[in-house]
């Protein structure tokens, strides 16, 4: 389908469409292509032994400092050539953007680290166990 605009008494008008299942599915794809990179990415530089700040200062500085604002802006990324979009369709995309890069960030942190999903001492999984005796 082509969308074309009209320019009419010097406004120009864009219409509206829905996303596709193919657009859905290329924005899910990108959260998902864009986590790893961005993810490898600060690991090695956090590491990198060309800083001259100590180790602990560079991790807070690159992974609660640096690393929420560039992997916001990697996961918006994709919206921003957008046009003709409801608020809807735009929160849609953006959903399917987060939904990517979360469930491989999730998969890292789970197979990668050993992260556990459910930890012993959390405090619902300790209250579930003690419901089921």
């Known amino acids: 389908?082509?969308?074309?605009?009209?320019?009419?008494?010097?406004?120009?008008?864009?219409?509206?469409?829905?996303?596709?299942?193919?657009?859905?599915l290329f924005f899910f794809s990108s959260g998902v292509i864009v986590s790893i990179p961005l993810a490898a990415f600060f690991e090695g530089l956090a590491s990198f032994p060309a800083l001259s700040i100590p180790q602990p200062y560079a991790n807070i500085l690159f992974f609660a400092i640096l690393a929420p604002i560039i992997?916001?802006?990697?996961?918006?990324?994709?919206?921003?050539?957008?046009?003709?979009?409801?608020?809807?369709?735009?929160?849609?995309?953006?959903?399917?953007?987060?939904?990517?890069?979360?469930?491989?960030?999730?998969?890292?942190?789970?197979l990668f680290y050993g992260v556990q999903s459910f930890p012993s001492d959390c405090l619902a999984f300790s209250f579930i166990q003690r419901a089921r005796q």
């Open 1 to 24: 389908m082509c969308m074309t605009s009209k320019i009419e008494h010097g406004k120009v008008t864009i219409p509206l469409h829905r996303p596709s299942l193919k657009e859905r």
């Open 71 to 110: 992997e916001e802006f990697g996961k918006a990324y994709p919206l921003f050539y957008r046009h003709g979009e409801t608020e809807k369709s735009v929160m849609t995309l953006g959903y399917l953007v987060g939904l990517g890069f979360g469930i491989i960030e999730f998969l890292e942190y789970v």
